[in-house]
């Protein structure tokens, strides 16, 4: 229905901008010297998922896979631009602080569990509309791999009973 569909073009739109900000991440990352590895970060934003999942009416565990894809795809995508120095003029460089930037990751990840939760009310995620959010969800350095691997964690989110 239409419902479903707008959740969709949401879902679409967010994990795009969590995998393109990635790039101020690494240029903040690059800036100042610091590891594109986080894990006392990670932790949080496993911590955070976990709490919005619970308030969002999502099995707990059922989130960690697909957040931790995120993250994998995140540092991924960092490594790439830190590979090739910046050299794609895709997007205009920002100077955001690293304590901003997370606050948007953590309304992002927020949106997208709430989102997958509205969504899975009337059903599980069927194969066309899999294919729907592979076909829209484009950032620079995800490889189609990354991709499929955000799309099939994400499939194994489920609701809580
Ligand atoms: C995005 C960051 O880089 C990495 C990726 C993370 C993520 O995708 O949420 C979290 C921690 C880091 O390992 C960050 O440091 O905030």
């Given at each position: 229905g239409a419902s479903a569909s707008i959740c969709l073009n949401a879902l679409s739109l967010i994990l795009t901008e969590r995998m393109q900000i990635m790039r101020d991440v690494a240029a903040y990352k690059a800036k100042y010297h610091l590891p594109v590895e986080d894990l006392a970060r990670e932790e949080k934003v496993l911590s955070a998922a976990r709490n919005t999942a619970h308030e969002a009416g999502?099995?707990?565990?059922?989130v960690e896979p697909f957040i931790s894809a995120l993250m994998n795809a995140g540092k991924a995508i960092q490594y790439r631009y830190l590979a090739d120095g910046f050299a794609q003029p895709d997007l205009s460089v920002t100077d955001r602080c690293l304590d901003g930037i997370r606050q948007r990751i953590n309304e992002l990840d927020k949106h997208l569990l709430m989102m997958i939760s509205q969504r899975l009310r009337t059903g599980h995620l069927s194969y066309s509309e899999r294919a729907w959010l592979a076909e829209k969800t484009a950032s620079p350095n995800l490889t189609e791999a990354e991709k499929d691997n955000l799309l099939d964690t994400m499939r194994f989110i489920q609701r809580a009973e």
């Open positions: 999502l099995e707990p565990q059922s």
